[in-house]
């Protein structure tokens, strides 16, 4: 059995190679489907960018500055921090993945 990946893959020879167009129950599932991905990304993203906010105010520091800093070492352990750098990395990754299927 074929993996997710693989029978998207498998979906995209499929589409180019359909000269006479898409059918539009397929047309309309891969278009809700990545809507769906899109709007769950920008909804991550908000709200972990309103948790990074909350931390900035509380310490008085951008999260890139924090980020930089805490991995080079030059900050404590502290719980609040490993929280902070756990966030930011998310972030980061959500970011990452709403730009590809923004196309940036």
Do not use: C
């Amino acid at each position: 059995m074929e993996t997710a990946l693989e029978n998207l893959e498998i979906l995209e020879k499929y589409a180019k190679l359909n000269t006479q167009g898409i059918d539009k129950v397929f047309e309309n599932s891969i278009n809700k489907l990545y809507q769906r991905e899109k709007n769950k990304l920008l909804a991550l993203v908000a709200k972990l960018n309103e948790q990074l906010l909350e931390f900035e105010i509380r310490y008085q520091k951008l999260s890139v500055d924090f980020y930089e800093q805490y991995e080079a070492g030059n900050l404590s352990d502290d719980i609040d921090y490993v929280e902070w750098s756990a966030t930011y990395e998310m972030f980061q990754k959500a970011q990452q993945k709403l730009n590809i299927l923004l196309n940036k």
